[in-house]
């Protein structure tokens, strides 16, 4: 298994450009999230889905869309890039028994400048 | 406001002692991780406790979980300089099952 794949692994944007950061998963996992992490600080939720089709709003969501079309597949769109995106973007996956969610499994990150 | 609070940000041991770092959160919990994250990279879990579990093992790892206070401990124990990273616990809360929620996370350097 491939695990949780992340593109690109750097990416460096214009203020007011747009783009979207992929994120794939391999393990039929239903949750998966985005978070950004900025330098000395731990993680906050951008958004997040609990299944295809389902997806919803985390701490930090402005500026940010999702979808989830595919079990395997949540793209984040950024729509109009700013310098205060400039952050590390994680994507990650986890495993539910039943409605509850267990230990997640994170991707390499995508390390996104905007100038 | 972020759900867990990591105490203290930041603890300096040598190789072969005890580290301890706690976690305390605010809402009511399905269950509490632990990960750490290694300089530049991402998070690898290390271990959950549910809410009706008081205390779990795992290698070098003491994790104990007291929902009367809100709180949670992980202990490393025999820290290796390997064990250098940042520590981070994440909640899980019983009324939004899909999302977690970290805290700012203990950043450990383990000097040999």
């Known amino acids: 298994n491939a695990g949780v794949t992340q593109t690109p692994k750097f990416q460096v944007l214009k203020t007011g450009q747009s783009m979207t950061l992929q994120c794939a998963q391999d393990?039929?996992?239903?949750?998966m999230s985005w978070y950004r992490q900025d330098p000395g600080m731990g993680l906050r939720l951008i958004h997040y889905?609990?299944?295809?089709?389902?997806?919803d709003q985390g701490e930090v969501p402005n500026g940010y869309n999702v979808s989830r079309s595919t079990t395997e597949d949540f793209p984040l769109r950024l729509l109009s890039a700013a310098p205060s995106q400039t952050s590390v973007y994680f994507c990650?996956?986890?495993?539910?028994?039943?409605?509850?969610?267990?230990?997640?499994?994170f991707g390499p990150g995508t390390r996104l400048t905007v100038t | 406001s972020q759900q867990g609070e990591e105490d203290p940000q930041a603890l300096s041991i040598q190789e072969g002692e005890n580290a301890t770092m706690n976690c305390s959160y605010k809402?009511?919990?399905?269950?509490l991780q632990w990960y750490r994250q290694n300089s530049g990279r991402g998070l690898v879990h290390l271990i959950l406790?549910?809410?009706?579990?008081r205390e779990k093992h795992s290698g070098r790892l003491r994790v104990t979980l007291d929902t009367s206070k809100k709180s949670s401990s992980l202990l490393i124990t025999a820290s290796r300089a390997a064990d250098t990273a940042s520590y981070f616990c994440?909640?899980?809360?019983?009324?939004?099952?899909?999302?977690?929620?970290f805290g700012a996370g203990t950043q450990v350097v383990v000097t040999p």
């Open positions: 990650a996956s986890s495993y539910s028994v039943g409605i509850i969610s267990y230990e997640q499994y």
């Open positions: 393990m039929n996992h239903e949750y």
């Open positions: 889905s609990v299944g295809a089709g389902i997806t």
């Open positions: 809402t009511s919990i399905n269950n």
């Open positions: 406790i549910r809410s009706n579990e």
């Open positions: 994440a909640t899980v809360s019983t009324d939004s099952w899909g999302k977690f929620q």
